[in-house]
């Protein structure tokens, strides 16, 4: 026990000795002070890895430190890892504890892009992935090699409604999969051990720098190392210990992959294959055909044990997930092969990879029906309290099973079905259909950007964006996460920090193409800068008096409030909207006070179409309780801070939502919401508390 106590505190020792020494390399002061600042920079930098939807790069030389790490925009050039140029770079701040020194959006090539001549098959290779076309080629490309960019916002969706967004992230799977593959080849040959060792892991090392360095990806190639090795030196090998080995390792070589979820959840998905896996394969094969039993074994042990951060991270589980997994799990290993090597063949034969990837499209043809079927099924998520004592359940149920199934002893079994019952009695009724976040289906959103606001509305793929919230990073991850590449109208309802604080985060490599703005007189130095900063991206901004109409793909949109110099304050003088469409209307009320909203009432019109209402500042007391009546809205959403020091929202807002019969949804204890009409009834979706 004391020699694993010693090797845990060396861990510790060198993870943080580790994060020392990478954070005063890769986060100078000097370059995270620039980037608070906003600043307008001209570096050499190269492209170093990827991270969902963004590049990493690192400072070479310039007007920022050699050495810095920031985060590129992707959407703003067409730049692959291995990438090395000169440009001018719009840096804004990086969260405090990321691994960051900068965010940037790309304004300006000055130099020529150099590519690595070791990395230009690889760049070949990635291009020709990059160039399928149709949801099951790109598919496979996001199976074989990791490239999603190409599947559809629908389809991506989909997946995520139904568990299988894990199969377009190169992990655990795909390296024992290449693995396998080379190992099965050089068999057919007389090598030698040694011989056959290094080809594999060589092969492997190859797959892993096709595919970019992302953090399942490294942990997954470590960790089959470590059990290839063991395996074929003729040791046995704990394969927990292996895991524990590779994670220490990966974490001392890149300390930020501990706050990282898609670090935890490979961690955790393969820990619950390695320990859980092989004694359910042995029950299951007992009444079932082993190649099923092996897959619903699988999937069961990777689901249990990444149970409580999923429900951490979608407020519930996915009802779909395991049947999902089942379905396609068998084509996976087919897929992997097959578009791998049509992806290496193509830069050289494109011919042979368009029909090697072709012919996967096949199995890749079945993944997509499964989804689509699937996600479009009722009842897709269970609805599960993302708090303390829901966490804590999931977590001792976790562990009970799991005891359960390894010991076989039926007090455990016994605890685990209390523990279930009793977490299951915990959650109540809820009145509201809630299904996965963010699906195909939600026509409104609140990003939780703590304390403020930012509401993004979506019609056709258009997108209005209504405030930005004060956090350029919160806004930006959350326009990612539903992949907002061009905001068709931006509202700033007034200039509070709050409210426009956010923009830099907001505009990065991303387009604006119409920007409504308050026409109250705000001598403020952020007015005029707001302003200025918006106009600078070629955006058509109006200042917009009330009465002034528009369309978003299905919805109308009016401005209802805008009292201009009428207005005693800036948030008297917000901008009030309504959205409405053939299904939903939609209210945003900004930081409207009492007096506005009272005045407000004469544009209220009776309706029988589900509503939702944004309340006002907060939900601050200064609330009129007949406007929230006459809206007589089916949900409200209030977007605020957690723990924040003004009280909000208000037991007074809350009394007067409760008076009028409506349903309130707060982002300090969901965490971004998503809303969407169907067949009459507003399904929300929420993505757990920050």
């Known amino acids: 026990m004391r020699k694993y106590l010693y090797l845990l505190v060396l861990a510790f020792s060198l993870i943080g000795g580790s994060l020392v020494i990478q954070t005063n390399w890769h986060k100078p002061v000097a370059t995270i002070k620039s980037a608070s600042e906003y600043l307008q920079v001209s570096a050499n930098f190269c492209v170093t890895g990827m991270q969902g939807n963004s590049l990493v790069i690192e400072v070479t030389k310039g007007q920022l430190q050699a050495g810095s790490v920031g985060r590129l925009w992707q959407a703003s050039t067409n730049l692959d890892q291995g990438d090395c140029l000169s440009g001018v ?18 304004k300006q090539v000055t130099g020529p892009i150099r590519q690595s001549e070791n990395l230009e098959f690889v760049s070949a290779v990635r291009k020709f992935a990059g160039s399928m076309r149709g949801e099951a080629s790109n598919l496979v490309a996001g199976l074989a090699i990791g490239i999603d960019s190409g599947l559809s916002e629908q389809f991506r969706n989909n997946m995520k409604a139904t568990g299988l967004t894990h199969l377009t992230a190169v992990s655990g ?23 056959r060792t290094i080809i594999t892991l060589v092969s492997l090392a190859g797959y892993v720098f096709l595919v970019g360095w992302q953090p399942s990806v490294l942990r997954s190639a470590f960790m089959m190392s470590t059990v290839y090795l063991s395996l074929e030196l003729g040791r046995r090998v704990w394969l927990p210990a292996a895991l524990a080995f ?45 190649w099923l039993a092996v897959g619903l074994a699988a999937t069961i042990s990777a689901q249990i044990w990444c149970l409580p951060i999923l429900i951490y991270l979608q407020g519930g589980f996915t009802t779909h997930s395991v049947l999902a997994n089942l379905l396609v799990e068998p084509m996976v290993p087919m897929i992997t092969v097959l578009g791998l090597l049509g992806f290496l063949a193509g830069p050289i034969f494109p011919w042979l990879g368009e029909v090697l990837v072709g012919v996967a499209t096949l199995p890749a043809g079945w993944i997509v029906s499964v989804a689509n079927s699937l996600a479009n099924s009722p009842i897709g998520l269970l609805p599960i309290g993302s708090d303390a004592l829901g966490l804590s359940l999931s977590a001792t149920f976790v562990i009970s099973v799991s005891i359960a199934i390894v010991k076989r002893k039926f007090g455990y079994t016994a605890l685990s079905l209390a523990i279930l019952c009793i977490w299951l009695g915990s959650l109540g009724n809820s009145a509201v259909r809630q299904v996965e976040f963010a699906n195909g289906n939600w026509q409104v959103l609140a990003c939780d950007v703590g304390q403020g606001d930012a509401l993004v509305i979506r019609s056709n793929n258009a997108y ?53 703005i308050s026409p109250f007189p705000d001598e403020r130095p952020v007015a005029s800068e ?47 909207m309504k959205f409405e469409s053939k299904d939903l209307i939609i209210y945003t009320l900004a930081d409207l006070n009492e007096v506005a909203q009272d005045i407000m009432q004469s544009e209220i019109f009776d ?42 929202p208000t037991s007074r807002a809350l009394k007067i939502l409760g008076d009028a019969k409506t349903q309130v949804f707060r982002t300090d204890l969901s965490g971004s919401i998503a809303m969407g009409v169907s067949n009459g009834v507003i399904e929300v979706k929420s993505a757990g508390a920050r």
């Open 246 to 290: 590779g994670s220490s390792i990966l974490l001392v070589a890149d300390p930020w992959m501990a706050i990282e979820f898609g670090f935890w959840l490979s961690v955790l998905a393969t820990f619950g294959l390695v320990m859980l896996a092989p004694r359910l394969v042995e029950k299951f094969e007992q009444n079932m055909p082993k």
């Open 530 to 576: 707001i302003t200025e900063q918006i106009g600078s991206t070629g955006a058509e901004v109006t200042s917009v008096a009330k009465g002034v109409t528009g369309s978003l793909g299905e919805f109308t949109w009016e401005i209802i409030s805008s009292l201009g110099i009428a207005g005693s304050s800036a948030n008297e003088a917000s901008l009030g």
């Open 607 to 648: 309706s029988s179409k589900p509503t939702v209402v944004k309340v006002s500042h907060h939900g601050s007391a200064d609330q009129s309780a007949e406007l929230y009546r006459r809206i007589g809205a089916d949900v409200a959403l209030i977007s605020v801070g957690k723990k924040n020091s003004y009280g909000h």
């Open 173 to 195: 799977a795909n390296c024992a999969i290449v693995l396998g593959l080379v190992w099965l080849t050089l068999r057919m040959f007389r090598l030698g051990r040694g011989v």
């Open 89 to 106: 770079l719009q840096l804004s701040p990086a969260q405090p504890f990321e691994r960051f020194a900068f965010l940037a959006r790309l």
């Open 464 to 516: 209005a964006l209504v405030d930005v919230g004060k956090d350029p990073e919160l806004i930006d991850s959350c326009l990612d996460e539903i992949h907002v590449e061009t905001i068709d109208l931006l509202v700033l309802t007034h200039f509070d920090h709050d409210h426009v604080g956010g923009l830099s985060g907001a505009l990065l490599g991303r387009r604006v193409s119409r920007a409504l």
